[in-house]
């Protein structure tokens, strides 16, 4: 039973992963986006995209945290003890990257409007960054149960790396994402603009992943060892021949949801790769998964929780997705015109 808990835990991981790191990519292309004239259509698309779904994205983090603190308590107080830095700035950057995504679109003054979108495209940065940074040092045995909180536990090289990995993979999907809905809203230039992000992105990601098969092999030893071997290996290698397809598809233009399947499988491949790679361990090489379940009778409630869940509320996930996937949940979004004569944006 605890075993099946915690692969109900890797899962949300990989659906906050792909899903919210497609929304934090959106943010990373908005930073990058240039000046209010230049950036006006890139962002327009960006706000058209995630204005549906972004909200339902954090869902899964919420989900990831009360499997945490519920299936396994000594996990949670372990995590959230030595690496409570690094998930306080997360959580101040969701925060901020809320109230700036939600404040820029009504605010009409041009000067706000640039504060809070900068708010929105920085804290996209950071907190995966953070979030990212954390998952490092615990993959690292860095955490462990009974210790305190330590900078070295998230500014060490495989947490640095994880940190960097996390944005990239976040803007590579994001990038990908946002060339499909420029395509179903009818604008090539876009199309184009943001395909080729993600092609450089993809890139920088494989630039990081060669990086790390170096860096972890003394950084990481636990998780570098079952990475590079076994079904850690066979994941990884399914990761980078799906990031080889996604590749291929957009260069080749193809159609929005292959090329969106692809890139969701390179990522999602990663996430589970690295739950393999840290079995039997909660937190390497200090805690096992049965050393760090709950109750029986919680871990019961729990399977049963996530199966109603998937029931009753994945259908709906599932129609929203595709809704939003079709441009059928908000009107086309405003992506070429020009300023108004005082300078803010139409």
Known sequence: MADLVAWVLVLAVLAYA???????????????????????????????????????????????????????????QAVFTVLWVPLTLAAAGLVLRGAGFAFRKPTRRLA???VYGAAFAIASVLTPYFLGAAVGGVASGRVAPGGTASVSAWTNPTSVLAGLMTVAAAAFL???????????YGD?????????????????????????????????PYVHERLTGGWGLV?????????????WLLVRDAPTLPTRAAAVGSVGAVV??????????????????AEGAGAEA?????????????????PALVLLYRLDSRGELLPDPLLSGPEDSSGTER
């Open 235 to 247: 994941l990884v290698g399914a990761a980078a021949l799906c990031a080889l397809a996604a590749a």
């Open 112 to 114: 706000e409007r640039r």
């Open 18 to 76: 792909c899903g919210g790191g497609a929304d934090y990519g959106a943010g990373f292309w908005d930073l990058l986006a240039g000046g209010a004239r230049r950036g006006r259509r890139p962002r327009a698309l960006i706000d058209h995209s995630m204005g549906p779904v972004w909200e339902v994205n954090n869902v899964w983090l919420i989900f990831v945290l009360v499997v945490m603190w519920t299936g396994f308590p000594a996990m949670f």
């Open 174 to 184: 994001g990038a990908v994402f946002l060339s499909g809905d420029a395509r179903t």
């Open 188 to 220: 090539p230039d876009l199309v184009g603009y943001f395909r080729r992000r993600a092609l450089g992105t993809l890139v920088a990601l494989a630039a990081l992943a060669g990086v790390g098969i170096v860096l972890t092999r003394d950084d990481a």
């Open 272 to 289: 589970v790769a690295w739950g393999l790679a840290q079995r039997p361990y909660l937190l390497p090489t200090s805690l096992t998964v």
């Open 298 to 314: 919680t871990m019961g409630w729990l399977v049963v929780v996530s199966l109603v869940s998937v029931v009753l509320v994945g």
